[in-house]
């Protein structure tokens, strides 16, 4: 009978045991692991110079429920150019930072595009019967442009989730979830191309303004040294929010953010609020202030006001000396 | 020797089950409300539809024994009505054919404008707040078994956020239970089983470990109430909520840690026409064992202190944005930043 050598026997089963155990670590692994996945849609597409392309960001809770998003996307800055940011079909409601059509320019300078909202109550996954996928965070129009028709070569673009993106549980802890970020990768094909530019076509679609909205004025002692401040928000389902104008009584519009502190702090103003969507269709809120400034009597400039104070005057001076010489009259009677 | 070899192969294969099948080893997790959404309009039957304009799922007049007519689809695709089928004598009869010679599937006026309808259920004889897009539209309220429904033509077709929560009798507010989806132009949609997770309050928020602690609440009229303590291990206990909603669970805080923050929420269970509802999450509430007590500054991101969490407090956060204040500062890590935003986003009330 062949005897195994015992060294031989425990080194073998020492293996064994360091395999089970991988093993059983492994195994455990997709039971204790949630993550959501932000992804970019398509994930591969091919597309010729001069072509208009949209990417999509979804994301998909894998289960969780989730309330805030914070996406940092880069892309290949001398290959794309973005020519529109579409938030309407944007499962975020509020929006803590969001790149407007004015901050095209400084995207294609830095081949980067941050945003970050949450929804309240959170986001749990698609609804059964949901004729829609509903996953949608944002969606961003670009354009390759025809000038690198000199290079001969395929090329890829790489448009990348960053590793900075978060997004957070719905869990009141403001815990953030484990990513599984997923980029696309456009191939550029050598020639002329030039597809129909979609994103304008949906901007000349969209004849629907922002939704109707209120204007709160507010005081708060926390803010503002306590001044007057007001707030506004508004959504639109088409094209989406690009930025809001105020103007303050007679003032000069000016593009505005929510907290907005107001200059005029009398609130004897009306106060307007304009919310513009990314095709240019607007919406106007107004505050009406509950007492109009009223206007200073101008004495000098208007000789009626002017008469009637030295009528009064004169009335009043005459009455005191009356009553004076009434008064004299009855003591002297006294004694 | 011979008990390891067996063993070991043993845990080995049951581990691989799970590595592979990793969605039969999860189904402890809790099945969230059984929610659905039909369209009633897109001539798809979908969700609890019965019928969908001229869809009938295959059903003609034929189907209820006539041999002429139509079939009518009404109630938002709900009810198949018969109202225009008839037999004649002489026809192909019933069974024969499309309908019997007579109009294959049915008609039905389209909705004239875009409609939202909601039906769930909160706690009876309370007022629900219906939130779009985090601003409240309306309020409505429940009738004494809970149920609540609510129909507006006033909401623009693309992807809305419907949120909801309500008041209970004792005060406490529900957490706000949300649901985005794409609502349909020219058609009605009907949202079914939006159910409010139940409420949650602690009668002290510091208690001597071994005292016994009053959770309670208020859910929808007999439900199984589970209410969940955080410990080292989860404590998970029952109870039930009486007809007006209201339960109550007396809890022995012996097994939890001395002089730590604990947390308790809880959820409901119930039978709805035969399925099984496991409601969401309420809010969690925290209690401390122990003898010291700790006050957190603005709880529940309630920045400017009026009872509401919205658009003001997320003025008022974004104001701070990036500094210490601690009262903005939710989670006291010394910044303020998307972590105190997702904390008031679950705290939002519009």
């Known amino acids: 009978m062949k005897v195994q050598n015992p060294k031989i026997k425990s080194q073998k089963f020492k293996l064994v045991k360091k395999i089970l155990f991988l093993g059983l670590v492994l195994s455990f692994l997709p039971i204790f692991t949630f993550s959501a996945i932000l992804y970019l849609e398509p994930k591969e597409e091919t597309h010729k110079l001069g072509d208009h ?73 698609r609804i059964p019967g949901d004729p829609g996928l509903t996953n949608i965070v944002a969606e961003i129009r670009f354009f390759i442009p025809s000038m690198i028709v000199g290079e001969v070569q395929e090329q890829e673009a790489e448009i990348k989730l960053l590793e900075t993106s978060q ?89 505005a953010k929510s907290p907005y502190l107001l200059e ?64 004299f009259i009855k003591k002297r009677r006294k004694f | 020797m011979n008990t390891k070899r067996i063993l070991y192969p043993f845990f080995f294969l049951v581990f691989s089950f799970a590595f592979l099948f990793p969605n039969i080893v999860l189904t402890q997790k809790i099945v969230p409300t059984i929610v659905g959404i039909s369209v009633c309009g897109d001539g798809s039957i979908d969700g609890f539809e019965v019928c969908d304009g001229d869809n009938f799922g295959g059903k003609t007049c034929a189907t209820y024994g006539y041999n002429r007519g139509s079939l009518l689809c009404l109630e938002n695709c709900t009810r198949i009505s018969t109202e225009n089928c008839y037999t004649e004598p002489g026809g192909m009869g ?55 429904s609510w129909q507006t033509t006033d909401i623009t077709p693309g992807v809305n956020s419907l949120g909801f929560w309500a008041d209970d009798k004792f005060g406490l507010k529900s957490i706000l239970y949300t649901l985005t989806f794409e609502i349909m132009p020219n058609a009605i949609t009907t949202i079914k089983g939006a159910y409010l997770p139940p409420t949650i309050g602690v009668e002290k928020n510091v208690v001597k470990k071994g005292e016994t602690l009053k959770f309670f609440g208020q859910a929808i009229p007999e439900a199984k109430v589970l209410v969940y303590v955080s410990s080292s291990e989860e404590i998970i206990q029952e109870t039930s909520s009486k007809k007006m909603g209201e339960w109550e669970l007396l809890f022995n805080t012996s097994p939890l840690t001395e002089e730590t923050m604990h947390t308790v929420k809880s959820q409901y269970k119930t039978i709805v026409e035969g399925a099984t509802v496991v409601s ?27 009872g509401k969490v919205n658009l003001t407090d997320f003025s008022i956060l974004l104001y701070y944005w990036g500094s210490n204040n601690p009262c903005a500062d939710q989670n006291q890590d010394g910044k303020v930043n998307l972590v105190d935003f997702s904390i008031m986003m679950y705290y939002w009330t519009g």
């Open chain 1, 53 to 125: 392309f949209a990417v999509k960001i979804r994301i998909d809770p894998e289960g969780e429920c989730i309330n805030t998003i914070a996406v940092d996307l880069s892309f290949p800055k001398n290959i794309l150019l973005v020519e529109g940011i579409n938030l309407g079909d944007s499962i975020i409601n509020i929006w803590v930072e969001k790149p407007s059509s004015l901050d095209i320019k400084k995207i294609n300078e830095e081949g980067k595009i941050y945003f970050a909202g949450g929804i309240p109550g959170g986001f749990c996954g």
């Open chain 1, 167 to 255: 997004v957070f549980l719905n869990d009141g802890r403001g815990t953030q979830a484990t990513m599984n970020l997923k980029s696309s990768k456009i191939k550029i094909t050598p020639e002329r191309g030039g597809e129909i530019n979609e994103w304008r076509q949906e901007l000349l679609e969209d004849t629907i303004p922002p939704e109707s909205f209120e204007i709160q004025i507010q005081k708060d002692p926390a803010i503002f040294d306590g001044k007057y401040f007001m707030v506004f928000y508004t959504t639109d389902k088409e094209t989406g929010v690009d930025y809001y104008m105020v103007k303050e009584g007679e003032r000069d519009w000016k593009v």
């Open chain 1, 264 to 327: 005029n702090q009398n609130l004897d103003e009306e106060i307007k609020v304009k919310a513009v969507d990314r095709a240019g269709n607007e919406t106007i809120a107004t505050y009406y202030p509950k007492f109009k400034k009223t206007e200073k009597p101008n004495l000098t400039k208007n000789p009626i006001n002017k008469k009637i104070i030295i009528i009064s005057a004169s009335i009043g001076l005459i009455l005191i000396l009356i009553f004076t010489l009434i008064f």
């Open chain 2, 94 to 148: 019933a069974g024969a054919g499309a309908g019997g010679g007579g109009y294959v599937g049915g008609s039905m006026t389209p909705p004239a404008s875009t409609t939202l309808i909601i039906l769930g259920m909160g706690y009876p004889d309370s007022e629900v707040k219906i939130l779009k897009d985090g601003k409240e539209i309306a309020r409505v309220r429940t009738d004494s078994k809970g149920n609540f």
């Open chain 2, 280 to 306: 969401g999450f309420s809010k969690f509430v925290t209690f401390y064992v122990g003898k010291r007590a700790l006050a957190g500054t603005c709880p529940g991101a309630d920045l400017n202190q009026d």
